[in-house]
């Protein structure tokens, strides 16, 4: 398992952190870790890329683009 230090931690916070680990009955790093999975641990899945960047955009509307016809490829050399 990863190990994380966690540096110019304001006392206040320390403190806060210690008397709430002691309401739950653990210890103040088990009740970090507890707060750091229920911050990030059930994040959902990024999904298609392409479909969350749609969404995001989809709003402000479409454009369309005259796109140039593509040529085919050439034929790769033949070395007999």
């Not at 709430?20 to 994040?43: C, D, F, K, T």
């Not at 890329?49 to 490829?73: K, N, Q, T, W």
């Amino acid at each position: 398992m990863a190990s994380i230090t966690i540096r110019n931690l304001e006392d206040s916070l320390k403190r806060r952190l210690r008397i709430r680990a002691a309401e739950h009955g653990r210890s103040m790093e088990e009740e970090a870790r507890e707060i750091l999975r229920r911050a990030v641990g059930n994040a959902p899945a990024p999904g298609n890329l392409g479909a969350v960047i749609h969404r995001r955009f989809a709003a402000l509307g479409g454009v369309d683009l005259d796109l140039p016809l593509r040529e085919p490829m050439p034929e790769p050399p033949h070395f007999d």
